[in-house]
Nanobody
Framework: QVQLVESGGGLVQAGGSLRLSCAAS????????MGWFRQAPGKEREFVAA????????SYVDSVKGRFTVSRDNAKNSVYLEMSSLKPEDTAVYYC?????????????????????WGQGTQVTVSS
């Protein structure tokens, strides 16, 4: 069982930056691939970024490439999403998610149904 708690959301002007954190509790965090998703009002949950348990592999949705960076610190049981050059269309509730990856050091899935554990979300609002 893994419990996830996101933090770091808030209100920021367009062009600004935020750093989201996701703290995990439970066993063997370093065996879990981690993902970030977001959901805007009236829209489906959207993949944002993912990172393998090893940190070797990362993936991003095209709309955030070059602006967002996902990273993790297995010693701190945490995963991060650095967001820069924020746009109003980035406004959403951001969720982190976890899935047991076993021995696959490159596994970094992008579909919500591939993840087993979810946090409660943190609101990010970008004003124009």
């Amino acid at each position: 069982q893994v419990q996830l708690v996101e933090s770091g959301g808030g209100l920021v002007q367009a062009g600004g930056s935020l750093r989201l954190s996701c703290a995990a509790s439970g066993r063997a965090f370093n065996m879990y691939a981690m993902g970030w998703f977001r959901q805007a009002p009236g829209k489906e949950r959207e993949f944002v970024a993912a990172i393998s348990w090893s940190g070797v592999s990362t993936s991003y949705v095209d709309s955030v490439k070059g602006r967002f960076t996902v990273s993790r610190d297995n010693a701190k049981n945490s995963v991060y999403l650095e967001m820069s050059s924020l746009k109003p269309e980035d406004t959403a509730v951001y969720y982190c998610a976890a899935v047991f990856a076993g021995g696959s050091m490159h596994y970094s899935p992008s579909r919500p149904n591939q993840y087993d554990y979810w946090g409660q979300g943190t609101q990010v609002t970008v004003s124009s």
